[in-house]
């Protein structure tokens, strides 16, 4: 049965170390020293009692039995991410890891006459709030890295019929054994949107109003809505601008929720203007406009649609650049980091080290290939900026200047031809796919990437025009001007025809 909701869960009495946990499938783990504590539960170390290794890679969470959060996390554990599921969904998604945090067991254990739940999960490492306090805002190539990151998370316990409901910085951990992997832990207040598949009715709820992390949580949960995928993908977005901008519009006004309500729909009711002229001078933010499409596809999901997650991560990589490693410290500085169980950091200070040497090798190995690809990335971003600021895009502004010579160009060369007195007929493109009698005018006959080099005009006087070298522009001779016998005979005739009536007219004039 699970746990009676009330209004305040009470830590719990911290167990001694040493203690041994049996878990539900009958393994031992012997409890480390308390690393941690939460707004409801502990946090130990963990040992499995037949491999006592000093260098814990396991935690174990508590909580009295009665509390409610670790209930929850157990209860998604058990039915969306199990080890197995986890892994086919990373062969089929064709990943290189998924951030949820790996499950071991749980159980109940008795101290001093009070009954505790526990779980065991794999241990991670620092978590992103430590860093952020740390050194500010995050590198914008990070911020939407740990975005696509993310979005692989929500995208699998989506299809679980969970959402997370409470992604924020302190629940998103790097990994303990691999720093440059990130991980979205803490699913106490996940929430199972679509029971059976049967998703949830939209009814708002003012008992239940502004739910969540005050900062980050989103207009449903404001208006007591249950959550859906859409508030997930909202509460990722004010945290990618957070990371990238250092603040959020609203920070002035935590304490009042219904003002926090109302500047996050204020927001999002002008996007993407709104992000863009609420930047901070200065800031990195001002080139957010990854950011800004993103919200605005968030904020365009209705209640129980289905997000397009391939599209939103291309959104926030659109140059479709590989995910490197997770860069934080600026200018290449060494983190100062602690360990959760604030030991000495020594030996990960020297593998840091090791790290930082071998990816400095390695980008002098790369040299000019990355710097180019970076320049590439860097130059389709700001594309994609001007387009959300209402600027003209340079590739269609040169595009349209080139179309335009080419037109001039093209009427100067129909203007030469129709100064002469015959009309012509057709031009002839070898092996092209433009056919005679066409209008020239809206003909794009000299684009050097579909015409030939050379071509002939041909015109029934027999003149003949040639192109002599398209490279240099328009180098023009006259071969022949000839008229058939047909033509001057024709010629003949029609001068002694008006010469006739010429002579008719003035002797009619004469006798009048």
């Not at 169980?341 to 020297?350: C, E, G, L």
Request: aromatic share 10%.
């Amino acid at each position: 049965m699970p746990p009676r909701r009330k209004e305040k869960y009470r830590l719990p009495v911290p167990l001694p170390e040493g203690k041994v946990l049996d878990d539900m499938e009958g393994k031992q783990w012997v409890l480390g020293k308390m690393i941690g504590s939460g707004g409801f539960g502990l946090i130990y170390l963990a040992f499995p009692i037949n491999n006592p290794d000093r260098d814990a890679r396991h935690v174990i969470k508590v909580e009295y039995q009665e509390n409610g959060p670790l209930f929850s996390e157990l209860k998604f554990y058990q039915r969306a991410a199990k080890k197995d599921c986890i892994k086919k969904w990373i062969e089929l998604k064709q990943l290189d890891y998924l951030g949820i945090p790996q499950f071991y067991g749980s159980g109940i254990t008795e101290f001093k006459g009070k009954s505790y739940r526990f779980m065991v999960m794999e241990r991670l490492g620092v978590d992103l709030q430590k860093i952020s306090d740390q050194n500010g805002t995050f590198k914008k190539s990070t911020v939407l890295q740990l975005g696509i990151r993310m979005l692989d998370v929500l995208e699998y316990i989506h299809e679980n019929e969970y959402v997370h409901a409470d992604i924020k910085a302190a629940n998103l951990l790097l990994g303990y054994r691999n720093p440059h992997q990130v991980y979205l832990a803490d699913y106490g207040l996940s929430y199972r949107y679509c029971p059976n598949g049967n998703h949830k009715q939209y009814q708002e709820n003012p008992r239940k109003s502004h739910n969540g992390t005050i900062e980050f949580t989103s207009l449903d949960a404001h208006k007591g809505v249950a959550l859906s995928r859409r508030s997930d993908l909202e509460i990722l977005g004010y945290c990618l601008l957070r990371w990238l901008c250092g603040r959020l519009p609203w920070e002035q006004n935590l304490e009042d929720p219904v003002a926090v309500q109302t500047a996050k729909t204020n927001l999002l009711d002008e996007l993407p203007e709104s992000v863009l002229k609420w930047a901070p001078s200065g800031s990195s933010c001002c080139k957010s406009g990854e950011i800004a499409q993103y919200l605005v596809c968030a904020y365009n999901l209705a209640y129980d649609e289905k997000p397009n997650y391939q599209m939103l991560k291309k959104i926030l990589n659109p140059s479709g650049i590989p995910l490197g490693p997770l860069e934080f410290s600026p200018k290449g500085e060494s983190l100062n980091v602690h360990t959760p169980n604030n030991q000495k950091v020594d030996s990960r200070k020297a593998a840091t080290k090791q790290v930082n040497q071998m990816q400095n090798r390695l980008l002098e190995k790369k040299g000019h290939s990355e710097r180019s690809a970076e320049s590439c990335a860097t130059w389709r971003k700001v594309q994609e900026e001007e387009k959300l600021t209402g600027l003209f895009n340079s590739e269609t502004a040169q595009e349209s200047t080139r179309r335009r010579q080419k037109y001039r160009e093209t009427q100067e060369f129909l203007n030469g031809v129709k100064s002469s007195p015959q009309k012509s007929s057709c031009i002839q493109f070898p092996n092209s796919f433009y056919e005679p009698h066409q209008d020239f005018t809206s003909l794009d006959m000299f684009n050097k990437s579909s015409s030939p080099s050379w071509y002939t005009y041909t015109s029934t006087t027999g003149m003949e025009v040639t192109e002599l070298d398209s490279s240099t522009g328009f180098w023009l001779t006259i071969s022949q001007f000839t008229l058939s016998e047909e033509i001057k005979a024709d010629v003949y005739y029609y001068g002694f025809t008006i010469l006739l009536l010429l002579i008719l007219v003035c002797l009619a004039l004469y006798f009048l």
